[in-house]
């Protein structure tokens, strides 16, 4: 599992309030992501980090933001959730496989309800 | 734009036989490629990777085929058992101007019948 752990694993909450999932590693990865995963959509990158307090934007970044200020720690914040940020997160983060592809490996998600 | 994941969403395959799993990708530049299984209620679990200078890679139970002539990635399966019940989905690496982005298919879904 890479060492990976996300909290909560299960969140039901409010449109309108801020909401903050944790990933947290324990390898000393240097490149952490952040995914939503949503039926008929492959995982789509919202944010990702490149190092402490090195954080850029994916492609679905809009009413998502991310903090990095522990190499172990890669917050995501939804500062005012909505029904349509409804979904299962999945944290990451790559490494060289053996064939020295830089591959991810990925957390076990939190699923997040937006009522 | 890119396309991955041209393969039918449900596949069933009897216990002990081999499945074959396929992939179509649209972006020639794409230089990395990587198989994902995910069982429900669970985070994607990496399988196997291939770069694309080979044209076949071999796992435990799992082969991972290239062809790069006509864009497509398959994941074959050998001696399926209950456990490899799943949905599996292909990743493609694309690096442009040392950007790099992995794109994910939407997966199929593998039911393996005792």
């Known amino acids: 599992d890479a060492g990976i752990t996300q909290s909560p694993r299960h969140k039901v909450t409010e449109t309108g309030t801020p909401v903050t999932l944790r990933c947290h590693q324990t390898e000393n990865h240097r490149y952490m992501y952040w995914y939503r995963q949503d039926p008929g959509h492959g995982l789509r990158l919202i944010h990702y980090s490149y190092g402490v307090k090195d954080t850029d934007k994916g492609e679905v970044s809009d009413g998502y933001s991310v903090s990095r200020s522990k190499t172990e720690d890669f917050l995501l914040t939804l500062e005012s959730a909505t029904s349509s940020q409804t979904s299962v997160y999945f944290c990451?983060?790559?490494?060289?496989?053996?064939?020295?592809?830089?591959?991810?490996?990925f957390g076990p998600g939190t699923r997040l309800l937006v009522l | 734009g890119e396309n991955v994941g041209l393969h039918l969403p449900t596949l069933s395959v009897q216990e002990g036989d081999n499945s074959i799993i396929n992939c179509a990708y649209s972006?020639?530049?794409?230089?990395?490629f990587i198989w994902y299984k995910q069982e429900s209620g669970k985070g994607p679990q990496f399988i196997i990777d291939?770069?694309?200078?080979?044209d076949k890679r071999q796992g435990q139970r799992v082969t991972v085929l290239l062809n790069k002539t006509v864009k497509h990635l398959s994941l074959q399966i050998a001696a399926t058992q209950p456990g490899d019940s799943a949905v599996y989905f292909c990743a493609e690496k694309t690096t442009n101007f040392g950007n790099e982005k992995l794109t994910f298919g939407t997966g199929t879904r593998l039911t393996i019948i005792p």
């Open positions: 291939i770069r694309s200078n080979m």
């Open positions: 972006n020639s530049a794409s230089d990395y």
């Open positions: 990451a983060i790559s490494e060289y496989s053996s064939v020295g592809g830089e591959t991810q490996y």
